[in-house]
C-alpha cells in the first residue's frame, strides 16, 4: 500500500512539474546579445583545432563574428565581403572572425576549398555560441568596437558597401 | 414557516458537506474532472473574447474603402493619378495612395508586412519592427537588418523602435520603412502605389461611392471597412473549428461524467441511502442531501476553474493553447489580451456544470432512496 501511495505521489509530482514546465516555456524568453552589450567569453577551435577565445583574442581590435554555415548561400558572398575588407582595413585594427554553426571541421573545410580566406574560421560544431549570441538565421554578424561592446548586429545578409559603412564609423 | 424551511435546508447541507468529506477520494476526483473541464471552456471564452474585441477596435481606425486595381484577377499597382481620380467623386473626404508589400526574409524563414505610414514614416534607412519580427530575429533598437532588393542591391535598415506588444495582433509582423526605402526595396517607380485608401465624408453612402470609384476607374474593386471585418473574422473560422471541436469534446466529457453516476454508486453510498431511509428521511430529504453535495462539488470546480482560467489566458497568455493556435507561423502573435468576458458562453458553462452532475445524482439515488430501505442496506 505504502509503495503504490509513492508511486502515486511521484505520478502526480511527474504531471505537476511537466505542466510547470509547459507553462514556463510559454513566458520564458531566450536572451540574445544586444547592441551595447558585451559578449559572453566563448573558446571555439580554428581548423587546425588550436583554441580561440572570443572576443579577449581580439581586444583592442574591431572584430566582426560572423556566423555562417556551409548550406547558407549568402553566407560565402558575406565571407567574401570580410575578406576584401580584411586586406583593405587590418593596418588599422579590423579583424574578422566567421563562426561556422553546427557543422563538422571536414564539411567547413570541404566547403572552403575554393576560396581565398585568410582571417580565421572558427567552428562551434554543438551550435553553443550561436545560441548564446541569441542567432537565430544566418548569416548574423555582431560588430564589436575596440572596447569588446557590441556596436552593430547586422541581420541577414550585408554586402561590402553596407559593412564598410558599419565598420569606418567604428574605426 | 420559511425558518423552519431554511433551518431544515441548513441541516442537510450540513450533512451533505460532512458526506463529501467521508467521501475525500470520490469527491476529489470528481472535483477534478470538472474543474478540469471549467477551465479549459472557461479559457476558451476567454480568449475568443478578447481575441474577437481586439480585431474589431485594431481595425477601428481603417479606412472606409480602399480602392484595388485588378489585372486578370490579381492585385496590380495603381498610377497615382488614381488618387485625384477618386477625390473627385463626391462623399470622398479625403483619399491617399498607400505603400504596403510582403518581404519574404530568406535567413530568418519568415514573411514581414513592408508599409510606409501616412504620418510621420521612418527616416531613410530607419525602420520600426513589429514585436513578432523583433522576437523571431531577436532585433532590437539599433540592429541593422540587410534584405536585398527585388534588383539584388543591399537595403540596409537600422532599428530605431520595436512596436508595442499591445498592437501584436495586427502589427507583429510589420516592417515600417520610409517611401525612398520602400521602393527601393520592391523596385517600384515613383508614379505608382499600391492602392488608394478612402475616408467618406459623415453620411456619405459607401454604396454610392463605390459604384462611382468603379465608373472612375474601371477595371478596380473597392474593399469597404465591412469586408475587412468579415476578412479578419474569417481569418479566425478555422481556430473557431477547432473551438468546436473543444467545446464538443468537453460537453461530451461532461454528459459522461454526469451519466456515470447511477452506475458509480458506491455500496457504502447505497447503505448510507438506505440507513437514512431506515432512520426516517423522506425520499425527498434523500434527494436534496444528495443534491446539496452535487452542487457544493460543482459550485467549488466552476471557482476554481474560473479563476484558473482567467490567470491562464489574461496572465500566461494562454500559454496551453498558444502552440494550437500558432501552428507553424513563424511570427505568431503573442496573446497580451485586454479581459473581455463573454457572458452567456460561461453562463452555460455554469449551468452545464451545475445541472447536469445533480441530475445524474439524482437518477443515480433514484432506485435507493425510493426502494425498501431494509432491502437497499442489506444488498
Redesign the interface.
Known amino acids: 500500500m505504502r509503495d503504490l501511495d509513492a508511486t502515486r505521489r511521484e505520478f502526480l509530482w511527474s504531471l505537476f512539474a511537466a505542466a510547470a514546465g509547459?507553462?514556463w516555456?510559454?513566458?520564458a524568453?531566450?536572451a540574445?546579445l544586444?547592441?551595447?552589450e558585451r559578449p559572453k567569453r566563448v573558446t571555439l577551435s580554428d581548423l587546425t583545432g588550436a583554441p580561440v577565445v572570443l572576443p579577449d583574442a581580439y581586444a583592442g581590435k574591431v572584430l566582426a563574428i560572423h556566423f555562417w554555415a556551409s548550406w547558407?548561400a549568402?553566407c560565402f558572398r558575406e565571407i567574401d565581403a570580410l575578406e576584401s575588407l580584411f586586406g583593405e582595413y587590418r593596418a588599422r585594427g579590423m579583424a574578422p572572425v566567421s563562426v561556422n554553426v553546427g557543422e563538422t571541421p571536414g564539411v567547413v573545410a570541404d566547403a572552403l576549398r575554393n576560396r581565398t580566406v585568410s582571417y580565421p574560421i572558427l567552428l562551434d560544431t554543438d551550435s553553443t555560441t550561436a545560441r548564446l549570441y541569441?542567432?537565430?538565421?544566418?548569416?548574423?554578424t555582431f560588430v564589436l568596437d575596440r572596447k569588446g561592446v557590441t556596436a552593430?548586429?547586422?541581420?541577414?545578409?550585408?554586402?561590402r558597401?553596407?559593412l564598410r559603412?558599419?565598420l569606418s564609423g567604428l574605426l | 414557516m420559511p425558518g423552519r424551511w431554511l433551518r431544515r435546508q441548513g441541516a442537510l447541507l450540513e450533512f451533505a458537506l460532512a458526506s463529501l468529506l467521508r467521501h475525500r477520494g470520490k469527491t476529489a476526483a470528481l472535483g477534478a474532472v470538472l474543474t478540469l473541464i471549467v477551465f479549459l471552456l472557461a479559457s476558451l471564452a476567454f480568449l475568443r473574447s478578447s481575441v474577437r474585441f481586439d480585431a474589431v477596435a485594431l481595425l477601428g481606425d481603417a479606412p472606409d474603402l480602399v480602392v484595388q486595381r485588378l489585372v486578370a484577377g490579381r492585385q496590380e499597382v495603381v498610377p497615382q493619378s488614381a488618387v485625384s481620380a477618386v477625390l473627385a467623386v463626391p462623399g470622398v473626404a479625403r483619399a491617399h495612395g498607400r505603400l504596403w508589400g510582403y518581404y519574404y526574409?530568406?535567413?530568418?524563414?519568415a514573411n514581414y508586412t513592408v508599409v510606409v505610414p501616412q504620418d510621420a514614416p521612418p527616416a531613410d534607412g530607419e525602420t520600426a519592427i513589429g514585436s513578432g519580427v523583433s522576437?523571431?530575429?531577436?532585433?532590437?533598437?539599433?540592429?541593422?537588418?540587410?534584405?536585398?532588393s527585388y534588383d539584388g542591391?543591399?537595403v540596409?535598415l537600422t532599428v530605431k523602435a520595436v512596436l508595442p506588444e499591445r498592437a501584436d495582433m495586427i502589427a507583429g509582423d510589420l516592417v515600417v520603412v520610409s517611401e525612398r526605402d520602400f521602393r527601393a526595396l520592391f523596385t517600384l517607380p515613383a508614379d505608382v502605389v499600391n492602392d488608394v485608401a478612402v475616408y467618406l465624408a459623415p453620411g456619405a453612402d459607401p454604396a454610392a461611392v463605390t459604384q462611382q470609384a468603379l465608373r472612375a476607374l474601371p477595371g478596380s474593386r473597392v474593399v469597404t471597412r465591412h469586408d475587412m471585418l468579415e476578412t479578419a473574422a474569417s481569418v479566425l473560422d478555422w481556430r473557431r473549428g477547432m473551438s468546436a471541436v473543444l467545446v464538443f469534446a468537453m460537453a461530451i466529457a461532461l454528459i459522461i461524467v454526469s451519466a456515470d453516476k447511477p452506475s458509480a454508486l458506491g455500496v457504502e453510498e447505497q447503505r448510507e441511502i438506505g440507513t437514512l431511509r431506515a432512520l426516517g428521511w423522506s425520499t425527498l430529504d434523500v434527494w436534496i442531501a444528495k443534491a446539496w453535495e452535487s452542487v457544493a462539488v460543482s459550485l467549488v470546480a466552476l471557482g476554481v476553474g474560473m479563476l484558473a482560467a482567467y490567470v491562464h489566458v489574461y496572465v500566461?497568455?494562454a500559454?496551453?493553447f498558444?502552440p494550437v493556435l500558432s501552428g507553424w507561423a513563424v511570427l505568431a502573435p503573442s496573446l497580451d489580451l485586454v479581459p473581455n468576458v463573454d457572458l452567456g458562453f460561461l453562463a452555460a458553462v455554469s449551468i452545464s456544470v451545475i445541472v447536469l452532475p445533480a441530475a445524474g445524482t439524482l437518477l443515480a439515488i433514484y432506485s435507493a432512496a425510493s426502494g425498501d430501505p431494509d432491502a437497499v442496506i442489506r444488498e
Do not use: N
Open positions: 509547459v507553462l516555456s510559454g513566458v524568453t531566450a540574445a544586444k547592441a551595447g547558407c549568402p541569441g542567432v537565430v538565421g544566418l548569416p548574423t552593430v548586429k547586422v541581420l541577414g545578409e550585408i554586402d558597401d553596407g559603412r558599419v | 526574409d530568406a535567413s530568418g524563414g522576437r523571431s530575429r531577436h532585433g532590437y533598437s539599433r540592429d541593422v537588418l540587410a534584405f536585398r542591391k543591399a540596409l500566461w497568455g500559454a496551453v498558444a
